[in-house]
């Protein structure tokens, strides 16, 4: 596999990218992709067989049950940074390591279940969340522990939009290439 390849299953939709300007048009696109992810990623998971969950979906990259339960404990995350940044001045978060989380036995053998429906909750809770907030709420911050910068929470929603869909490429890009979608 040469390296652009390799590259392109990394970020089969490219690097995150934050625009220099916000309009209410992307705020209110990201809020939708939040929206409407989990049943999405439902649909696109729904028929699979343990043996096609535990496939990676790159070498070396997580099997797709683990990148289901990554994306349940990541957006987890992101919705409580949400109420962080919302209730304390600029409060610094605490990062995880999510390649160990995905080591643990739950990302590894759990019924993807669970992290569908949890995902389908946080996203119900963040969304309901979202779509109340005024832009200078969305202009509010936290502090990352690992490079000392100030998210706004308009980043934080971009990013997990993104992130949302990053992750569904990476599993969709494998039903393609093993002819499994039905």
């Known amino acids: 596999m040469t390296p652009?390849?390799?590259q392109n299953l990394k970020y089969p939709i490219g690097k995150f990218n934050f625009p220099d300007t916000v309009t209410n048009e992307q705020i209110q696109n990201w809020i939708s992709i939040l929206e409407y992810f989990p049943e999405k990623l439902r649909d696109l998971v729904k028929n699979l067989s343990d043996q096609?969950?535990?496939t990676p979906y790159r070498p070396?990259?997580?099997t797709v049950r683990q990148t289901i339960h990554h994306i349940s404990?990541?957006?987890h995350h992101?919705?409580?940074?949400?109420k962080w940044a919302l209730t304390e001045d600029k409060p610094l978060i605490k990062a995880y390591h999510e390649d160990r989380w995905a080591a643990l036995e739950d990302s590894k053998s759990a019924p993807i279940e669970m992290s569908l429906q949890h995902l389908k909750a946080v996203h119900f809770k963040l969304v309901y969340l979202l779509k109340r907030l005024?832009?200078?709420?969305l202009n509010k911050c936290f502090i990352h522990?690992?490079?000392k910068s100030e998210i706004s929470l308009k980043r934080n929603l971009a990013t997990y939009a993104w992130h949302g869909n990053h992750h569904y490429m990476h599993i969709e890009n494998l039903l393609i290439r093993k002819n499994w979608l039905s």
């Not at 992101?78 to 949400?82: D, I, K, L, V």
């Open 78 to 82: 992101s919705y409580t940074r949400f």
């Open 60 to 62: 070396n990259g997580w």
């Open 73 to 75: 404990d990541s957006h």
């Open 4 to 6: 652009e390849e390799l």
């Open 145 to 147: 522990p690992e490079t």
């Open 52 to 54: 096609q969950l535990d």
């Open 134 to 137: 005024t832009d200078d709420d």
